[in-house]
C-alpha cells in the first residue's frame, strides 16, 4: 500500500515513521496486553462486560501531530498508541478492574487520571478511569481506560449526538442531554447499590442456613440454592440407594424451589418440616417401587419427589391433586393422569395410607 503524505514538518515526519516501523510490534503488544487482562479477570472470578484493544492509527496518529506535534519529543512521548478499554457491568468493579491492572503493569500514575473525580454536570459520559502504563520488554507507554456500560453507552451516543455532525447543538437539546446523562449516573449507582444489597442479602441467608434458622428464611431461587448446599435429601436418597446398592445420579434440583411453592412450602423451615413428617412414608414408597426390581442407579431428584408424593396422599389428596402436582413437575400431558392412577394403585396397601 502506498504511503500517504501528509502536512507535517520534518519533525513530526520522523515520528509517523517511527510508528510505521513499530506497527507490528504494537498490534502484537495490543493482543498480547488484552490477553493478560483476559486472563487475570478470569483467575479472579471478575466478569467485565468487555476488554477492548486497538491501535492509533496512522491517520489519527498523523492528524495529532499536525496540531499539536511540537509537543511529542518522541513517538515514545505519545501514551495513547496502544490502547484498551475495560467496560464493566457496576460502577464499582472498576476499581477492581483497577486493581488487576495496576498487579499486571507498571502504572505511570503522574500522567494517570480519574474523571470520575469531575464534578461537571455534563461529565458523567466522561467518567473513566485513564491509567497509563509500562510492561517490561515494550518500550512505549499505553493507555487502559475503565469505565461502565451506561458511561461507554452515553459517551459514544453523546459523541454522535453533539459533535460529529459538526454542527452546533442548540442549548434547550443540550440541557435534555445532560438531564438524562443525570439519569443514567443516578441508575448506575442504583444498579451497584441493588448488588452490594442483594449480596448482603444471599449473605445472610446462607449464615441462616448454616445455622439452621430455617423457619425464617422465605422461599425463594436463591434460598432454595442455599438449603441444596446442605444437601437435605441425601439421607433419604442413600437409604433409597441401599435397597438394591443402587448409585445415586446426581441431577439438578434447583426446579424444586418451584415445587415446594406448589406444595404449599413459604419458607425452608416448610419445607424441612416436611420432609421430616414424610421421610419414613416415602421411603416406605420407595422401597416398594423398587425393592422387587433390578434397579441399579437412582435419580437424586427421587427424594424429594417421593416426598411430596407422600405429603399430598397423607393430606388426603387424590387422584386430581397428583395429576396437578406431576403436571407442575413435568409439563401438562395426558400421561401424567395415568401416571396419578398407577400411584394410587402401588400406594393403597402401603402401611402409612392405613393410618389416614
Keep these: 500500500m502506498a504511503e500517504v ?5 520534518a519533525h513530526c515526519q520522523a515520528i509517523l515513521e517511527e510508528y510505521r516501523a513499530n506497527l507490528p510490534k504494537f498490534e502484537k503488544a495490543a493482543d498480547t496486553f488484552h490477553g493478560m487482562l483476559k486472563k487475570i479477570f478470569e483467575d479472579s472470578g471478575l466478569i467485565v462486560a468487555s476488554i477492548e484493544h486497538r491501535v492509533k492509527t496512522e491517520k489519527s496518529l498523523a492528524g495529532k501531530l499536525e496540531l499539536k506535534g511540537a509537543k511529542y519529543a518522541t513517538l515514545a512521548d505519545i501514551t495513547d498508541i496502544v490502547g484498551l478499554r475495560v467496560i464493566t457491568f457496576y460502577s464499582d468493579d472498576v476499581d477492581k478492574v483497577a486493581s488487576a491492572v495496576d498487579r499486571l503493569f507498571d502504572i505511570d500514575w503522574e500522567n494517570s487520571v480519574d474523571k470520575r473525580k469531575l464534578l461537571q454536570v455534563d461529565s458523567f459520559g466522561y467518567l473513566s478511569l485513564h491509567f497509563i502504563c509500562r510492561y517490561e520488554g515494550f518500550p512505549y507507554r499505553f493507555e487502559v481506560q475503565m469505565r461502565t456500560v451506561l458511561q461507554h453507552a452515553w459517551a459514544n451516543m453523546n459523541h454522535d449526538i453533539g459533535y460529529k455532525s459538526g454542527v452546533e447543538v442548540p442549548r434547550e437539546y443540550l440541557r435534555n442531554l445532560n438531564r438524562l446523562a443525570g439519569m443514567l449516573e443516578l441508575a448506575d449507582e442504583q444498579f451497584s447499590k441493588i448488588r452490594i444489597e442483594i449480596t ?43 435397597v438394591n446398592q443402587a448409585e445415586i445420579q446426581e441431577v439438578n434440583l434447583m426446579n424444586y424451589a418451584g415445587i415446594f411453592k406448589f406444595m404449599g412450602c413459604h419458607t425452608l423451615g416448610d419445607i424441612n418440616k416436611m420432609l421430616k413428617d414424610n421421610t419414613e412414608a416415602a421411603y416406605s414408597f420407595a422401597c416398594y417401587q423398587i425393592s422387587l426390581t433390578d434397579l441399579d442407579i437412582i435419580s437424586s431428584s427421587l427424594a424429594p419427589q417421593n416426598i411430596c408424593i407422600t405429603q399430598i396422599l397423607r393430606s388426603g389428596g387424590g387422584k386430581r391433586d397428583l395429576k396437578l402436582f406431576f403436571d407442575e413437575l413435568n409439563g401438562e400431558s395426558d400421561s401424567n393422569e395415568i401416571m396419578a392412577d398407577m400411584m394410587l394403585e402401588d400406594v393403597k396397601d402401603l402401611p402409612f395410607m392405613n393410618k389416614f
Excluded at 503524505?5 to 514538518?9: E, V
Design 5 to 9: 503524505n501528509y502536512p507535517l514538518d
Design 200 to 242: 448482603d442479602y444471599r449473605r445472610r441467608v446462607q449464615a441462616l442456613v448454616a445455622s439452621g434458622n430455617l423457619d425464617d428464611v422465605p422461599l425463594d431461587a436463591d434460598t432454595f440454592r442455599q438449603y441444596l448446599s446442605i444437601r437435605p435429601f441425601d439421607a433419604l436418597n442413600k437409604r433409597i440407594a441401599a
